[in-house]
């Protein structure tokens, strides 16, 4: 079904362009009707990540769900696990994270939980896309009927016990010395609170939000700060989270990263080996690199594709009995724990192997050898792909490569780009298809 706001991952765009405060009253109202289920109060749960326009679409939902008569609880700025986790332990009907991920300060979006702490399905996504198009004023509230909103402040405290009691009671990470990088974003407190609660010597940076720093330089998607922290403190292990900590990527005492990817095949290994895998194998996207199914193959675990997206990943985990998938861009779902990517929670987990192994975390952390993987963004709109030019330096493409490698061409969910993801034995081949399919879509772009 075709939607209008909704993309893969919640609403998301130009802060009081795309995602306005009149939007955010309507998507608030809509939101509040859809989960308006039987009688009494209701009541949903807001976090938000350190962007400036964080405030003016906080408060613009809140109009939004009052007027439409549901209770309104504020938790500031929270990881989106946090909110997700809220969500249910507090017995809320909706949850609602403003983030932008790990997008700059200029964007922001706006993500919905269900009262089990999922993420909204197609169709309850495509619900309130037409209310949000509809008539809204006769559905309102009365004047004695309106909600009330406050401000909840022991959220902090409930998040860190939470991921605390992910690891087993006896844990601790006394002796490891890490950097965790907050990206300037939602657990710039949580993150290093919990990881010295747990014993270890933390030293944070990406801890100081002005509203227009998120992910400036800092966070998962620019690693380098926390690599050269880590060589300059001559520090055990990098922790670097994006700006709603759904998301991580932790970095060796060399320097070098440790993505997605090899956290799943770290924790996979671990909990198959203390027989806490529900099933043989985990979930991943098709932007997984191969070297981690043949990995995974080799210790005898199967890994199952899904399309690009975590909400892809934990559909199928939820329809075939896995606990553990995600991207390899460090979403790591663990459905034990979570509904949704815990960038805090993932790297606790290959922390807690590190102490059982007792061994430095480039030995425990690099389970396989990634086969040479290149990714291009082209700026093209995703109509783009049904040229015949196009269509046809793809198949060429493939069938150059053969059974060698995969090739993955796609439009962006949340930008007007396409990426094209090559990998295979061979490098160089790699990057000449790529650039190949990568000239034709510029020149396709650029004569429509």
């Given at each position: 079904?075709?939607?209008?706001?909704?993309?893969?991952?919640?609403?998301?765009?130009?802060?009081?362009?795309?995602?306005t405060p009149e939007l955010a009253l309507k998507v608030g109202q809509a939101a509040g009707l859809i989960f308006h289920r039987g009688e009494g109060r209701h009541r949903v749960v807001i976090g938000k990540d350190t962007r400036l326009s964080g405030y003016m679409i906080e408060y613009a939902l809140v109009a939004g769900f009052t007027s439409v008569g549901m209770e309104t609880l504020l938790l500031g700025p929270m990881p989106t696990p946090a909110?997700?986790?809220?969500?249910r332990s507090m017995r809320a009907d909706v949850g609602v994270m403003i983030s932008a991920s790990h997008n700059s300060f200029e964007d922001n979006g706006i993500k919905l939980f269900g009262p089990d702490g999922h993420k909204l399905s197609d169709e309850i996504e495509h619900d309130i896309e037409r209310l949000i198009d509809g008539d809204m004023l006769r559905k309102r509230a009365g004047p004695r009927d309106l909600g009330r909103a406050?401000?909840?402040?022991?959220v902090r405290a409930r998040y860190i016990e939470f991921a605390k009691r992910t690891l087993p009671r006896n844990m601790s990470l006394e002796g490891l010395r890490l950097v965790v990088d907050c990206a300037n974003g939602a657990a710039y407190k949580v993150a290093p609170e919990a990881l010295w609660e747990l014993g270890a010597e933390v030293i944070a940076i990406g801890v100081d939000p002005d509203g227009f720093n998120i992910n400036h330089r800092v966070g998962s998607t620019a690693p380098q700060a926390l690599r050269d922290k880590v060589r300059e403190l001559r520090a055990d292990v990098g922790i670097a989270l994006d700006g709603d900590a759904d998301r991580v990527i932790l970095v060796d005492e060399n320097g070098r990263l440790i993505d997605g990817d090899q956290l799943m095949a770290v924790i996979a290994e671990s909990w198959r080996d203390q027989g806490l895998l529900s099933k043989p194998g985990i979930v991943a996207t098709i932007?997984?690199?191969?070297?981690?199914?043949?990995?995974?193959?080799?210790?005898?675990?199967?890994?199952?594709?899904?399309?690009?997206?975590?909400?892809?990943?934990?559909?199928?985990?939820?329809?075939?009995?896995?606990?553990?998938?995600?991207?390899?861009?460090?979403?790591?779902?663990?459905?034990?724990?979570?509904?949704?990517?815990?960038?805090?929670?993932?790297?606790?987990?290959?922390?807690?192997?590190?102490?059982?192994?007792?061994?430095?975390?480039s030995e425990v952390c690099h389970r396989f050898e990634p086969l040479p993987q290149v990714l291009e963004n082209v700026r093209a709109h995703r109509r783009e792909l049904e040229r015949t030019a196009v269509a046809s330096a793809i198949d060429d493409a493939r069938a150059r490569l053969g059974s060698s490698g995969r090739?993955?061409?796609?439009?962006?969910?949340?930008?007007?780009?396409?990426?094209?993801?090559?990998?295979?034995?061979?490098?160089?081949?790699?990057?000449?298809?790529?650039?190949?399919?990568?000239?034709?879509?510029k020149e396709s772009a650029e004569a429509a």
């Open positions: 079904m075709t939607r209008t706001y909704f993309g893969t991952d919640g609403i998301r765009g130009l802060a009081n362009e795309k995602i909110v997700a986790m809220l969500t406050r401000r909840i402040d022991d932007m997984s690199n191969l070297g981690l199914e043949r990995h995974l193959n080799s210790i005898g675990l199967a890994l199952e594709r899904t399309p690009v997206g975590d909400r892809y990943v934990i559909e199928r985990m939820r329809e075939a009995g896995y606990n553990i998938g995600g991207e390899q861009s460090g979403h790591v779902i663990l459905s034990d724990y979570c509904t949704t990517g815990d960038g805090l929670v993932t790297a606790m987990q290959a922390l807690a192997e590190v102490k059982r192994q007792d061994r430095p975390v090739l993955i061409v796609r439009a962006s969910g949340t930008e007007p780009v396409i990426r094209v993801m090559g990998e295979g034995d061979d490098r160089e081949l790699v990057e000449s298809l790529v650039a190949q399919i990568c000239s034709v879509l």
